[in-house]
């Protein structure tokens, strides 16, 4: 079972999953602009679907493959999103990671926000090597995000995702330890665990 901490930055809050949490993904996920921008968010969002999303989250936590982290404003106690490292492998060290944020919570920076400490959580608690991620093509606001906390794009996986019946080309970014370490990311930013 992987131990979550509870993570903080000068805005956010961010703690683990639990079950009352799925009112807040419920609504959030169910607006359009947010499936429009996910690879595999679901829309129109399912009735029950937050309840079995935090359900198969408790259970990969306790297999040890997955982390998933609410996002909150310290200010409004309030959901902003959802940030997670899944897919663990620990056989080569690896994970991707995931997120994204409620529509009223766009373009206030706290994605880039939530980053460092998500990293520092996977370098270090996580003993990670490598951390990837993926998004649209159409959604460089992702790509944006990723840059500006070290990831480098590694490649373009063309037609790699179906999405409104159309199938997209996917970015596919990552970020090693070791240039994690050497451009000081986690240390360059107000960030504890």
């Excluded at 000068?10 to 429009?36: F, H, M, N, W």
């Excluded at 993926?134 to 373009?156: C, D, I």
């Amino acid at each position: 079972m992987l131990i979550q901490p509870i993570l903080e930055t000068s805005r956010l809050v961010l703690r683990p999953l639990s079950p009352g949490d799925a009112p807040s993904i419920q609504s959030a996920a169910s607006a359009r602009e947010v499936a429009d921008a996910m690879i595999s968010v679901p829309h129109p969002y399912p009735d029950g679907e937050a309840e079995q999303y935090i359900s198969r989250q408790a259970a990969a936590r306790e297999a040890g493959q997955a982390a998933a982290f609410v996002i909150e404003s310290k200010a409004e106690q309030a959901f902003r999103g959802l940030i997670e490292i899944r897919e663990i492998e620990p056989e080569h060290f690896q994970a991707e990671l995931s997120f994204w944020l409620a529509v009223e919570a766009w373009g206030q920076g706290y994605m880039s926000e939530a980053l460092p400490p998500m990293l520092k959580f996977g370098f270090q608690n996580l003993d990670l090597n490598r951390l990837y991620a993926h998004h649209m093509v159409r959604n460089p606001g992702s790509g944006k995000v990723l840059s500006k906390n070290g990831f480098v794009q590694e490649g373009v996986l063309r037609q790699r995702v179906r999405k409104w019946g159309v199938f997209e080309d996917v970015k596919l970014w990552a970020l090693l330890r070791e240039d994690w370490l050497r451009e000081g990311i986690s240390v360059s930013r107000s960030v504890s665990c």
